[in-house]
């Protein structure tokens, strides 16, 4: 299958500080990306939605301002968390998908932030 | 708004046990099914989908799944599992409008040699 490939894996940051997260696309060209979140043992929670060159679409309850995306390619999409806080800190994993509804969304490998 | 829900946390079997993991969506419309596997350190992987036809889809690695559409349910089986089967199984709805995926909470498999 296609390879979607996350950067870093894990990070950790000091509170107040910004982390920038890639997710890139490696043999395929990903009109959408897909970012979630994931808590220890619990299930994924789609936080937005981005289409190439266009404005991400957020979730409800998730701070657009906090966790700013920009998919200014089809073969990258970036999440920065802003201001992070320990709270923060979680799984998160992306998802890309290269065309309509029937294609497959492949996932990265996540990456792991914690904040201090 | 779309939801799936998977009943099993933790299962525990013994190797070549039979498998059956619930999974139940609740979304009026079309919806395409997944079920994904996560093994230990690793990515999601796909295991199985289903679009549209035969409701028994069979997947990777021995699995299957039967869509019941009267029930909305989509189980996970297996006949004979394996050590190597130990891993966190997701089941996960599309909406064809959305397509975002909505997951459920995940099942963990722990299988014993």
């Known amino acids: 299958g296609a390879v979607v490939s996350q950067h870093p894996s894990w990070v950790i940051c000091k509170s107040g500080t910004s982390v920038k997260i890639e997710c890139r696309s490696l043999d395929f060209q990903a009109t959408t990306m897909f970012w979630y979140r994931q808590f220890p043992k619990q299930s994924l929670m789609l936080m937005a939605t981005?289409?190439?060159?266009?404005?991400?679409?957020?979730e409800q309850g998730v701070e657009k301002d906090k966790f700013l995306i920009n998919h200014a390619s089809l073969t990258l999409s970036t999440l920065t968390v802003t201001s992070a806080h320990p709270e923060d800190s979680s799984f998160y994993i992306c998802s890309a998908r290269e065309g309509g509804s029937f294609t497959e969304a492949f996932f990265g490998q996540g990456t792991r932030l914690t904040v201090v | 708004a779309q939801s799936v829900s998977q009943h099993n946390h933790h299962v525990i079997l013994s190797e070549a046990a039979s498998l059956e993991l619930g999974c139940n969506y609740s979304y009026g419309g079309t919806v395409n099914l997944f079920w994904y596997v996560q093994y230990p350190g690793q990515h999601l992987q796909l295991l199985l989908k289903y679009f549209s036809g035969d409701p028994l889809v069979k997947g990777i690695k021995g699995f299957e799944a039967e869509f019941i559409k009267s029930k909305f349910s989509f189980n996970l089986r297996k006949p004979s599992v394996q050590w190597s089967d130990t891993a966190e199984y997701f089941c996960?709805?599309?909406?064809?409008?959305?397509?975002?995926?909505?997951f459920g909470s995940g099942t963990r498999l722990q299988v014993q040699p």
């Open positions: 981005s289409n190439e060159g266009s404005k991400a679409t957020y």
């Open positions: 996960a709805a599309m909406d064809t409008g959305r397509r975002a995926l909505t």
